[in-house]
């Protein structure tokens, strides 16, 4: 099966700061991941569709200055949470899809940001 | 309007007994795809099963089952012979509209927690 990796797994920072979020597809090469956000005991929210070379295109209600989005190659794409307030604490999880193969979505690992 | 209804908040299942966990759907597309997955306490979000609006046979995977109704707009997943293991929380996701090369967006519904009883 496909592998998606997220890296860190984990992160605590302070207020104020930005994180990066990266996200790979390890053996496969993804022109498009999705990012979403889930909190606790909550369903998976799409924030947005990264587009390797191009914008991404963000949902309704997601700030694209506070959440930055970068798809730099086939396999990579980067969420940057800028100024992190305690309230963007959250489960954040990417997936992609095995371009040219049946349309399952697999999914990375997950980050669990911590803003103090 | 909800795109993807999961009623069932919580469920308990006694080990080697089969359990059917609910999805509605919402949508005017007639091209559509439907999919679980499991998603167990490390937060990992797995695949498990997909069924698309135009096939003709109900889609299985191992001891996992999709139980299509389409003109109900239904897509339940049938667990048989549940394992501890299979304790998570499930979710019942749907792509709308024809498939992208590049890859759809999916909606999903509110999860339903399962817990698998010894």
């Known amino acids: 099966g496909a592998v998606v990796s997220q890296h860190p797994s984990r992160v605590i920072c302070k207020s104020g700061t930005s994180v990066k979020i990266e996200c790979r597809s390890l053996?496969?090469?993804?022109?498009?991941m999705f990012w979403y956000r889930q909190f606790p005991k909550q369903s998976l929210m799409l924030m947005a569709t990264?587009?390797?070379?191009?914008?991404?295109?963000?949902e309704q209600g997601v700030e694209k200055d506070k959440f930055l989005i970068n798809h730099a190659s086939l396999t990579l794409s980067t969420l940057t949470v800028t100024s992190a307030h305690p309230e963007d604490s959250s489960f954040y999880i990417c997936?992609?899809?095995?371009?040219?193969?049946?349309?399952?979505?697999?999914f990375g690992p997950g980050t669990r940001l911590l803003v103090l | 309007a909800q795109k993807i209804t999961q009623t069932q908040p919580g469920m308990f299942v006694q080990e080697k007994e089969a359990v059917t966990l609910d999805c509605t759907y919402d949508?005017?597309?007639?091209?559509?795809?439907l999919f679980w997955y499991k998603q167990p306490s490390s937060g990992e979000m797995i695949f498990l099963i997909y069924?698309?609006?135009?096939?003709?046979q109900n889609a299985t995977e191992g001891r996992y089952s999709l139980n299509f109704q389409k003109a109900r707009k239904s897509a339940n997943l049938v667990i048989s012979a549940s394992q501890l293991g299979d304790s998570a929380m499930y979710f019942c996701?749907?792509?709308?509209?024809?498939?992208?090369?590049?890859?759809?967006?999916?909606?999903f519904g509110g999860g339903t927690r399962v817990l698998v009883k010894p």
């Open positions: 949508t005017s597309d007639q091209s559509y795809g």
């Open positions: 069924q698309g609006s135009y096939d003709e």
């Open positions: 053996d496969f090469q993804a022109t498009t």
């Open positions: 990264s587009n390797e070379g191009s914008k991404a295109t963000y």
């Open positions: 996701a749907m792509r709308e509209g024809m498939i992208k090369a590049a890859g759809n967006k999916l909606t």
């Open positions: 997936s992609a899809k095995r371009t040219g193969y049946q349309e399952t979505q697999y």
